[in-house]
């Protein structure tokens, strides 16, 4: 079969910033005449670009490349992303897998497969995370309402549950110059809204090495986006309580195009946890952070990561968690199971919460996430905001966010697809 004629499927697991890198994979791919196929179709390859965040996202890729085995069993399958970088030889010996590419080779898929044919024994291509260096930019293109733009990469933070800084390596990011110059393109091509995504996001302004050489910050980076055209809204994806400086919130409530919604990881309302986390605030912190928030953007949208049974998480640190969300003026959670992972520092503490314990916390807090956002929706219930409205139909109707981040359903209308409507909540 020809070059021009051979197929390739992706699939992603994860996070947002996966789904950026993917997207820049399939179109370096068709770039070199590949034809994209949906992932349940028949594919000569299959990519897998996988997560590590939790033990789910592990059995998720060996049950995907059972299914492609059962489907396609001539087919080539290649294993990228973190679970790759951080286990690869435990992967290549899953039955079926052909490639394993790590964080350093992610972005040569396309030489790599000029290789690679099937029946040879399973290759790894993969390095020592720390000679990952350089900064690749990934932007998703599904469609032109929003798209997700990495701008940043690794994490140079030693927090005791994650392996995130073994699988994708020390904190980097592109330059301002290029950010804005992904940004302009974008908005030619008729992207109105774009999500800025990173690791870190906040620790911004590292270059491609990981140094601090040409002293650019987050908040330069905001300031120099806001300021050009095209581009009619951004959202900042995640920021560290620390790293999200009154000056950062101060911009942000003055500025047209950043919308009023942060996502801002809080892990633990308990001290005590956060410290054995080791996380870089205390909750006196991140209080201070989310008044500040509310006291000058009022209708803003403040979304929430937890983590629940964490290592000696008594029910005392549990309630104190609780207690502590429910007293924020926090819009919705994000909430975690802790899931143990090998080589962190979280396995060494005792005593082990119990799976089941671990899950009916999740679901507390959970129900806790449906009382916020039902009280925040409520709030703003009358009041005229700015949605911007995708443009896919399902089922005869459409759905969009405010600037503020309340999702709504109206039916379709076309002439509102992609289009920023003024809309009474």
């Known amino acids: ?81 973190c679970y790759a970088q951080l286990k690869p030889k435990e992967i290549s010996e899953i039955p079926g897998v052909d490639l394993v590419l790590g964080a350093a080779e992610k972005f040569n898929l396309a ?39 990495k701008v940043q990469d690794g994490c140079d933070y030693t927090c005791s549950f994650c392996t995130i800084p073994m699988a994708r390596g020390k904190s980097r990011s592109d330059s301002v110059e290029n950010v804005l110059g992904h940004a302009r393109k974008l908005a030619e091509g008729g992207v109105k809204e774009i999500v800025l995504t990173g690791v870190n996001l906040g620790d911004f302004g590292k270059g491609p090495d990981g140094s601090r050489a040409h002293e650019e910050s987050f908040y330069d980076l905001i300031v120099a986006l806001d300021e050009i055209g095209g581009v009619e809204r951004y959202r900042i994806s995640s920021i560290e309580p620390n ?47 989310v008044a500040l928030i509310k006291e000058k953007m009022p209708h803003c949208a403040i979304g929430v990561d937890v983590i629940v049974g964490f290592p000696s998480e008594s029910d005392a640190h549990f309630r104190e968690t609780f207690d502590f969300l429910h007293s924020l003026d926090v819009s919705y959670l994000h909430v975690f199971t802790y ?15 119990p799976v089941g314990l671990r899950n009916e916390r999740n679901k507390t807090l959970r ?15 009358g009041a005229v905001r700015k949605v911007l409205f995708e443009g896919h139909e399902k089922e005869g109707m459409m759905e969009g966010y405010t600037d503020n981040y309340i999702r709504i359903r109206t039916p379709y209308r ?12």
């Open 367 to 381: 129900n806790l996430s449906y009382l916020k956002l039902q009280h925040f929706t409520e709030q703003h219930r």
């Open 111 to 149: 030489t790599h497969l000029r290789e690679l044919t099937k029946g040879d024994s399973s290759r790894i291509s993969s390095c020592d995370i720390e000679a990952v260096t350089g900064f690749h930019a990934s932007w998703s293109v599904n469609d032109r309402t929003r798209t997700f733009l």
């Open 414 to 425: 076309a002439e509102w697809a992609n289009q920023v409507v003024d809309w009474t909540v």
């Open 339 to 353: 899931s143990e992972r090998a080589a962190t520092k979280a396995l060494e503490i005792e005593p082990v919460v």
């Open 1 to 81: 079969m020809s070059t021009t004629q051979r197929t390739v499927a992706f699939h992603t697991l994860g996070c947002k910033l996966n789904f950026s890198e993917t997207s820049t994979l399939s179109r370096h791919l068709e770039a070199e005449g590949f034809v994209k196929r949906d992932f349940e179709e028949a594919a000569d390859v299959y990519v897998i670009n996988t997560c590590s965040v939790t033990d789910n996202a592990d059995k998720e890729c060996r049950q995907l490349v059972r299914r492609i085995q059962r489907r396609a069993p001539e087919s080539l399958v290649v294993i990228t992303g």
């Open 243 to 289: 790293l999200l400086t009154p000056e950062i919130i101060d911009f942000v409530a003055g500025s047209k195009k950043f919308m009023p919604h942060f996502h801002v990881p809080l892990q633990s309302g308990s001290n005590d946890i956060l410290g054995r986390m080791r996380r870089r605030y205390r909750r006196e912190l991140y209080a201070e952070r």
